[in-house]
């Protein structure tokens, strides 16, 4: 794993003489790799206004680093079948050349290959002017995320529910998958059907025992319509007016009624229910395969992502990409607040300083701080 940090160095930002001195201490250990991270002039302002930027910064900074987090993590959820694929859903549009702009690349190339945007976000404008967009940008993805993200998680919290419901146990799930109309006797004024709860090592009692347990059930009515790890799901069919004395001696052998009542239209609503569901969050959400037909050849591998991972790979990217500028203003801001005069409160143009990248992996994050000092002494910046 890699860490990135952008570091402002005293130097003339029309050469490279400060990332060269980097390079030559860093490159004997292999401490780190570094690059130029070209940032533009800005309008400066006067100081009061960056000390406030520098705050502002510093907030939309923390924000833009969350909102990342926050879409990424929606990402994962998304694809919950398709998980190893997530990192193909996080990337970055552009920065490596212009006519490269329309291209995804991985987010380590687009900030090692960074290139300010001056279409989103022209240098020429006042700095405030340039974070108000960043900010607004920003402040609009994660209202969108909010409403599209709530309407997802309301769709699979109804569908975790009547899929909790499939899988309880016997006395409480759902029967609408697993009963069928020719399990009962309906419509009949005299005749009714039972549900009955058997404990799996009771089944041989029950054979045995269910035709006695009242007067008036039907012979060789019984039939095991589901079971599950702990009993099984009986019908049995007995004269309504012996329901109450049925149940009772049912219950002094073990044996549990599931209250129930066949309604066909509710059954067939619930099996619709699901099925609309599951479709979708299938069709709108999650990716699936069509086939294109291009002249006589077909492409059945052709994936169509739904509206909501599609929008969040989308403003993943356009996040992300905010985030980084938003990076670049703060070493911009930071290093003209460090290296202005005292006494002054009206900047014309920042004072000289070269920004850099650095890339670094774990074991080496303790050991390259200690080469900053020799490089530039706390006096020169």
């Known amino acids: 794993m890699s860490e990135f940090w952008l570091i402002s160095a005293p130097g003339d930002k029309e050469n490279l003489h400060a990332l060269e001195r980097l390079n030559t201490v860093t490159s004997k250990s292999n401490l780190s790799y570094n690059t130029k991270f070209a940032i533009p002039d800005f309008k400066v302002g006067t100081l009061d206004s960056l000390v406030g930027l520098s705050d502002e910064l510093g907030k939309l900074d923390t924000f833009a680093e969350s909102l990342i987090k926050r879409m990424a993590q929606s990402v994962v959820e998304v694809m919950e079948d398709a998980k190893g694929k997530v990192q193909e859903n996080l990337l970055a549009n552009g920065g490596l050349k212009e006519k490269m702009k329309c291209l995804k690349i991985d987010l380590t190339s687009f900030v090692t290959h960074f290139e300010w945007d001056m279409a989103k976000y022209p240098a020429k404008q006042p700095l405030p002017s340039v974070v108000d967009t960043l900010a607004k940008q920003l402040a609009q993805i994660e209202t969108d995320l909010k409403g599209r993200t709530a309407a997802y998680s309301t769709l699979k919290a109804t569908l975790d529910s009547l899929n909790q419901k499939a899988k309880a146990n ?3 799930r759902t029967l609408s998958d697993i009963v069928n109309k020719d399990d009962f006797v309906l419509d009949s004024e005299y005749l009714v059907t039972l549900l009955v709860i058997v404990p799996t090592q009771n089944y041989i009692q029950w054979q045995k025992t269910y035709e006695s347990l009242s007067d008036m059930v039907v012979p060789r009515s019984t039939k ?8 099984g799901l009986f019908t049995v069919t007995l004269f309504r007016k012996v329901i109450d004395d049925f149940k009772a001696r049912a219950k002094e052998n ?5 209250e129930f009542y066949y309604d066909e239209k509710e059954i067939t609503r619930e099996r619709e229910e699901m099925t609309r569901l599951l479709s979708a969050k299938k069709q709108q959400y999650q990716t699936s395969c069509v086939a294109l037909k291009k002249g006589s050849s077909t492409f059945p591998d052709h994936k169509v992502k739904g509206p909501l991972l599609r929008w969040l790979k989308v403003n993943f990217s356009e996040a992300f990409i905010a985030w980084v500028h938003i990076k ?3 070493v911009f801001v930071e290093s003209v607040l460090r290296n202005s005069g005292e006494g002054t409160n009206k900047l014309d143009k920042p004072a000289g300083f070269q920004s850099v990248l650095w890339v670094r992996t774990v074991r080496q994050i303790a050991c390259l701080p200690h080469a900053l000092p020799t490089l530039w002494p706390p006096g020169l910046g």
């Open 170 to 172: 016997l006395f409480t």
């Open 328 to 330: 670049a203003l703060r």
């Open 254 to 258: 073990k044996f549990t009624v599931r």
């Open 224 to 231: 095991l319509i589901f079971e599950d790890k702990e009993g």
